[in-house]
């Protein structure tokens, strides 16, 4: 009988355990599970891996993608040996754990050590929930336990690595290693591991920058528990946490819209010299008005990739320097940039050669007449000195007879997308009169140096934009390199003339300050101004852009490539052995001009030594279409004149050149001297 009633007794007793061991099946089974699908930073990276700039996720915080494959394997191990050292053998709870937490608990009346496994805390980080109470204990035991039906242990641990918490907004071992140690986890001292394995525990009272003898504290406990030698214990603690770049965040942000779904984005930039362009700009406008802005851009005009790209000062709003607004791409007025081009242009038709002369004089097309910046003529003179000296009427000239629509489409060849007040081109963007950004002119500028084919700006790395295209021959091209690499350096930066090409601009109202450059590899472009488009008193292209662009170049590299060689065909002579239809510039009514005469003076004739009468001299006139204009040493004196015979003061003892300019642009000139 005893016999029957104890089997029975053992049969009831192993159909309860197989009851309940279906139930908690069924239990564990139906658990509702979290989403395991982990948000992660945006991570922008430069040419060469270094970080850039990182998106924070839901509630500002930095969480960074991480596989268990990058981290320090002795961080894994020493993780593994402090917090759940049987990790590889149970199933989600670790019952000889907990059930030493809670006899060690009784005994001592209270928590001496947690019983919770890797897996529960990556249940409760997974729903952040508490620890404190039974109701939460039970549920991450719960949560533990389905988890390790469906993923593997290096997916469980990886959940860990990526969602542990480190202080403030920092979550992930990999965001905690670069804000607390400025590293990645691949390799970490036992001092650097142990700390990383504390904080989590308690984030915010350990933290080492608030809460250094607590951090200390704990990051020993761990030491002496993976029996890690003395000197370890003796490494301080980090006493700040590093603040994640934030290098080219206006590129970074246009990065981020062109690739939505992409996690890491490698860019064409270079992060070292990214920083020091970045505060070139900030130093370029210390000390000036609160909302001027600067904007910078470097590339390699042979591939086209964009090394260094500075949108403002600041990526901000304070001050109202509108730091947000991209200058990079804002359109503005380009001032005298697009000259170079126009001369590019009359090379390439044979309208003019660099030795050509042209005549600088008062001109008026309808009812535009424009001037020079300084007000002055010089009359007949070289086209390389009409571009050397920046002057607004030879290219004007030369535009009207080019057609300002041929212009345009040379810039649109070249990758650019000007926009014309109105829709319509007309003679006044030859002097800025048209909507230019900073990245299409060191896009075009990147085409002179490349012999007249532009190469497109690329930002993202291993991405190719297209072919070159030819906006200009390569004999133009070199004729225009030639002349800007004549131009002088800044008298503040000072060094030799022929390193580097480069051209100023000023647009009108001085709102924008140009200067870009280009040598045998680099093109660089620099512009200052308010975004808003106010004027800048005093803000000059040549005197605060062109400095900036120098001590850019000297960011990029102290060698130049040496310039290019002239082609072949290039004609290289002076203006008296030109053809004789390129030795003087004619526009196409020239030969209507040789119907009526040409303007002559008839006194005081070239050469004349007169004796100063305090009132000047008699001014005799022949020929030329009225009214007249008379310039004395580059300045006018007389205009609207339309008295062929009249006084002409003069008071400055020594030599005069007299420039007499009819109303079709034609000219006589005589020199004097009064004594």
């Known amino acids: 009988m005893i016999r029957r009633y104890g089997l029975f007794g053992l049969v009831m007793l192993l159909a309860l355990a197989a009851g309940l061991r279906d139930a908690t099946d069924r239990w564990i089974t139906s658990t509702e599970l979290p989403s395991v699908l982990v948000e992660t930073s945006v991570e922008m990276h430069d040419r060469n891996g270094a970080l850039l700039r990182v998106y924070p996720v839901e509630n500002g915080r930095t969480r960074m993608a991480l596989r268990v494959g990058d981290v320090d394997p ?73 988890l390790e039906r469906v993923l593997t242990k290096d997916e469980i641990l990886t959940l860990y690595l990526v969602h542990a918490p480190y202080g ?47 951090a200390l504290q704990a990051r020993a406990r761990v030491l002496q528990r993976v029996n890690a030698p003395e000197q ?44 020091q362009i970045e505060d070139l700009a900030a130093r370029a406008v210390q000390g000036r008005d609160a909302r001027l802005s ?75 007449a424009p001037q020079n910046f300084d007000g002055r003529y010089r009359g007949e003179l070289t086209v390389r000195s009409a571009l050397l000296q920046s002057l607004n009427i030879p290219p ?18 070249g990758g650019a997308a000007p926009v014309v007040p109105g829709g319509k081109p007309g ?25 007249g084919r532009v190469q497109p700006l690329v930002w993202r790395k291993g991405v190719i934009a297209g072919p070159p295209k030819r906006i200009m021959s390569d004999v133009a091209a070199w004729h225009l390199w030639d002349i800007l690499a004549d131009l002088a350096p800044p008298p503040q930066i000072g060094g030799p003339r022929r390193q580097i090409a480069y ?90 001009d040789l119907a009526t005469d040409s303007p002559m003076v008839s006194f005081p004739p070239h050469g004349a030594v007169l004796r100063h009468a305090g009132a000047g001299i008699p001014l005799k006139l022949r020929s030329g279409a009225l009214p007249l204009t008379v310039l004395v040493n580059g300045a006018p004196v007389l205009t609207g004149l339309r008295d062929r015979e009249t006084w002409l003061p003069l008071e400055g003892i020594g030599f005069s050149r007299i420039l007499v300019i009819d109303a079709r642009g034609r000219s006589a000139e005589v020199e004097i001297r009064l004594q």
Do not use: C
């Open 74 to 146: 002795a961080f894994i191990r020493m993780l593994i040996a402090y917090e759940d050292k049987r990790f590889y053998d149970h199933s989600g709870v670790d019952l000889r754990a907990g059930l030493r937490a809670a006899v060690q608990a009784l005994k001592h009346g209270g928590v001496v050590s947690g019983g919770s496994t890797l897996t529960m805390q990556v249940a409760r980080l997974l729903e952040n929930s508490g620890t404190g109470r039974w109701q939460g204990k039970l549920r991450q035991i719960r949560l533990a336990l389905a």
């Open 168 to 214: 403030g907004a920092v979550e992930g071992l990999r965001a905690g290693t670069l804000a607390w140690f400025g590293k990645e986890p691949g390799r970490l001292t036992l001092a650097e591991a142990a700390l990383l394995i504390a904080l989590p525990q308690a984030p915010e009272t350990r933290r080492p920058d608030r809460h250094p003898r607590s």
């Open 232 to 275: 370890a214990r003796l490494a301080p603690v980090p006493r700040r946490m590093i603040p994640f770049p934030r290098l080219a965040p206006h590129l970074t942000d246009v990065a981020q819209r062109q690739t939505p779904t992409a996690q890491r984005v490698d860019l064409t930039l270079d992060a070292g010299l990214q920083e």
């Open 294 to 368: 600067a904007a910078i851009i470097v590339a390699d005009h042979h591939s086209g990739e964009i090394l260094a790209s500075v949108g403002s000062p600041a990526y901000s709003g304070a001050d109202g320097a509108l730091g947000f607004v991209d200058m990079t791409r804002a359109l503005r007025s380009p001032g005298s940039t697009l000259k170079p081009f126009i001369y590019g242009l009359a090379f390439d038709q044979g309208l003019v050669h660099p030795e050509t002369l042209i005549n600088d004089a008062p001109t008026a097309f309808g009812r535009y």
């Open 396 to 413: 004007v000239v030369l535009l009207n007879e080019l057609g300002p629509s041929r212009l345009m489409a040379l810039l649109r060849r």
């Open 427 to 451: 003679l006044a963007v030859a002097l800025g009169g048209v909507g230019m950004t900073l990245q299409d002119l060191v896009q075009l500028y990147g085409g002179i140096a490349q012999g």
């Open 503 to 592: 051209k100023t601009g000023t647009s009108y109202g001085h709102r924008d300050a140009w200067s870009i450059g280009f040598d045998g590899q680099h093109v660089i472009g620099v512009w200052l101004g308010r975004p808003d488009g106010t004027p800048v008193p005093g803000v000059f292209g040549g005197d605060l852009a062109a400095p900036i662009l120098f001590e850019a170049f000297g960011r990029v590299s102290e060698k130049r490539e040496p310039g290019p060689l002239p082609p072949d065909e290039t004609l290289m002579v002076s203006t008296a052995n030109l053809p004789a239809p390129l030795q003087r510039f004619r526009s196409r009514g020239a030969i209507f």
